[in-house]
């Protein structure tokens, strides 16, 4: 899979294509670079959207922006410039793939399909934010293609054996999070009956002292609201305890579900072994 | 097991059953539904009963009460008039199953069973708390419906391998539970005795720094209770490195068994696929 | 082993012990109970160790035992009488055992077994509390009976296993604990040089320091030491993030021992079913 | 491996070595002692360097330290000519070892091996905190000692199969790092939109609000940031939830790991065990 396959360079200028935008075509298009991994100028681009989100979450900051507008503004512009210029090569050279078909009628496929739109409404959502809209979520779309172009080799392997054992077993992981929501109203009723008298504020009814449940439950524990009875206390503490089992079940789960999905995967590869043997 | 099995519909009309009666029974009763999962009309009642939890927690929070008693209360009654109206179906319809018998005698025998008393308890609940009775628990009763509607199918088979899981290793479980109880002694004893003078509140006797303990040694640590003496703070550290242990011991237990689980289920298949090849 | 096998009853009156004498040794001695589990007057005995290690926690409570001094102290003797009247009881019975000699010789060899000194100490304990010690400790050591109480049937093997899957991976949990104990030094030695001058209460010094670290790489995250400046929060979230993996270490280690240890079980009872097939 | 093999012993004084010389090579270089484990002088060196690190740790301590400034600097000498001593002693011994060559050749390439390097480094750290250099960090060098005289045997073995399964699912766990940062930024982000305009200080930017997302996700739970709005505890809530997960998921990966190591090492035993009988 990660090895240099020719077939997976199209024959573009068969295809009538030139040698220069056939170069661009394998450079842009990441299911077209012959090579593993992402092309040099993909490589750039993915350099380009880490320093745009670097820069969103940073701007987001008042001590750092102040007296830095225009600084944040000339840089936001050159992000757009470079992305729209991506956007228009990614068009223009889809042309080499004979799968979208030739010309205008190919382009208007692509720009079509799923990839594209994604990328129009980042694009969209930069503009939006440089013609003066609060955009901090706008910026933060830019993740999205982050997450695109990681769709590659080793790493979407890993990710995949990670979504497989997750759905293998999603359903013992929702029942898991079910009997984690009976037991957050269970305890939470119990709390608030206690403790909703002496602390109105954080216990005072049912909805108030989930926020308690769910902090320690989940072990977070900030000890904003924290029972003060000795009643509150001890069910409290049952209900620490029980938490204690809400991070084993579901760990306990995915274990066992990446256990069984790498014996799978060694057994299919002995079978193999076992099959190309000669007899 | 989820598939449309024409045994599961009960020869109803040959009972003396009308068409309506039929249409009625398949449709209220869980298992007399010839489909996976929950017919339309216990869709809908498992949608209202979701309705009714909410309510019964939206409503204690008294921000959100206040003005709209009257609302609330409206809407008690019509969630009590439709439980009401299921109860007396399922009693009516009953008379379809030959295993409960024909008529009333049938409908009593229905009436005793363990699910038809639970029903009672909830409709009870709901009366009780109509007449004017502070009833948060009483309204948290209709919980224990959903529980009940919820045997079904795929989640049901995802709750019973949960549940075996426990089970196969309850004695562990439960040793690592003594573990705990132990450790929550020794700490809180050693803790009491090192800061109790210093912060008599907090630590003043062994009760008391058990709470400091249990948020301990499960990592919840609110924080409301802390060793300030150098040595209280060193076996506090000991205590938290031990908390590790514990959460690390249940969910290694119940890994395995999962894992156990899992495998057996694989082997079992396998047999299944040798036994009927044909040799 | 669970099982009740004659064998275990010793032949007593043939050693000359009366009737009387044998019925109270089979009830006192755990190993020379014939059925599986504990014997009725063990069981009683079990429950008055917990009686009074719960009066030995309830009783540090200033507010409970204000005003009730002569009541715990006479709880304590009617206890220490009953402890002492075993002791006794298990010393005369032994003649009993064959296995330990006739007469005071058997009982002098007894005494000086291992359970017979355990037995002592806490005994003692008893009434040097009695006699006015300062005695939470003391009375604590109630605890190590039931340890010893406890050794029986299902738990033990329960517990066996649990010590088997520590021991079988005792150098990669020593090993998970040195990395815990370098990051510990690492983290706590940086926060002192970032944070130290701003918070000298809390970051002070690198052991002030590692009071802070020891709570956020265990998660427990008390609240009362934390990072006020950005490289300091940056570092403390570094730490934190490790955290997770001093917690999945552990966990994952005995999680795959205790898988071990099932499959190995499962392994030989399979052999067994095999090696016991006439063939 | 943890055998004693003579062929471990270099033949030394056949190399022209003389007795002495002999005894100290064996001695002070770990890979040249036959037995398992650490030679005694190692031993000592170990428990030098420990208490070096200690005294690293304490001295920066104000209120240990004041008074006793001379003192440490006294220790801190006398350790620094023990470690010149012991660099002395392994540069003028390695000549015992054929592998580096004769004489003083032979030596200056041992003392252009990594090792040897790392104990310059450390001597020269040592030697600068004399001349009176702030040198906290400087100290913990001889941590890096630690670590390399730990090379050995059954620890080494341990760690050797910690790092193993970390390498085996170094993607997986790569991507639920990924995961992590994915989580960390679309919280912080939220809870700034959502806290942001409430809660300045804590709230009032990403980078901000990553602190709060942090602590929040990794179950630290500070408490110095919490969220006051209702949406603010929901989204607050879901992402303690989602923090379960994230603890889940490298857990789970890892026990895969380590159960896959063992049953290849057992499946290896086992291979060995089938050849190894005559046929």
Redesign the interface.
Known sequence: MDQTTPSRIEPGPADGGTGWRHWLYVNLHTQAWPGSGLSPLNKAIAVIIVVA?VM???Q???T?LRGREDLFRAAEMVLAVIFLAEYAGRVWTIAENPAFGEGWRGRLRYMRSFTAIIDVIVLASLFITLMGAEG??LR?FR?VRI?ML?KLG??S???L??AQ?VRDRR??L???L???G?LL??SS?LL??VEGAGQPEAF?????A??WS???L???????A?PLT?LG?LL??LT??T?????????????????????EQ?EAREKEIVDSEPS
């Open positions: 989100v969103a979450i940073v987001s900051e008042p750092v901090t979520i933060l993740l997450v990681a080793r790493y392997t890993a990710m054996a990670i054992a359903y013992e929702l029942m898991s079910a009997v984690a009976m109203l269970v009723t608030f009956l005072g009814s049912i909805p108030r989930m926020w769910v902090a320690t989940t072990t977070v524990g900030y000890g904003d924290v000795i206390k409290a503490g620490a305890i938490g204690i089992g809400l991070i084993a079940m579901p760990t306990g789960i995915l274990a066992s579900a990446f256990s069984n999905a790498l014996q060694r």
